[in-house]
């Protein structure tokens, strides 16, 4: 059981009207835990020492639909942001980096890069795999690094931009 700083990451909340909630609002009413709310996808830094079981209990208490949560401890989520993970990664208009938080860590890995679809025209990129955490490169298209990170690894994930996790790691230091 851990009982430091941690990260939450929420599953496929606030997505076309679908399991709708307002992050603000339930950040301060955690407000006890040092909850502070990152964006709109459902993505909170809690700076309180808590238990990831009282945390979740707490989250989904609150909550009027089942969420589906990924809680990382601060040290995986600031050893992630201090690395070097997209150096060769193409830039520009239309790329975007992204980090996906797997519910846990892969029992495979598999060759590096891989792409969806597969050829000069791939869509995403996955480059890097590091504990639960899955970083990929997208390009504008029809394919979304989410659905291609949960089929490849066969389970629930949930994504943020690599600019979310900056900003996440900002707030840890």
Known sequence: ?????CVVFFRAVNVGGHQKFQPSLLAHELSEFGVVNVGAAGTFVVRATVS?????????????FKAELMICPAREVLALVRGSWFPDAPGGKGIGRFVSVLAQSPRLQPELPFEQPVGRKWEVRVVAITGRFVLSIRRLGQTYSNAVVEKHFGGPATTRN????KT?????E
């Open 1 to 5: 059981m851990s009982t430091m700083a």
């Open 52 to 64: 990831h079981t009282k945390l979740r209990a707490e989250i989904l208490r609150r909550l009027s």
């Open 162 to 165: 690599w600019n979310t996790i």
């Open 168 to 172: 996440v790691g900002q707030l840890l």
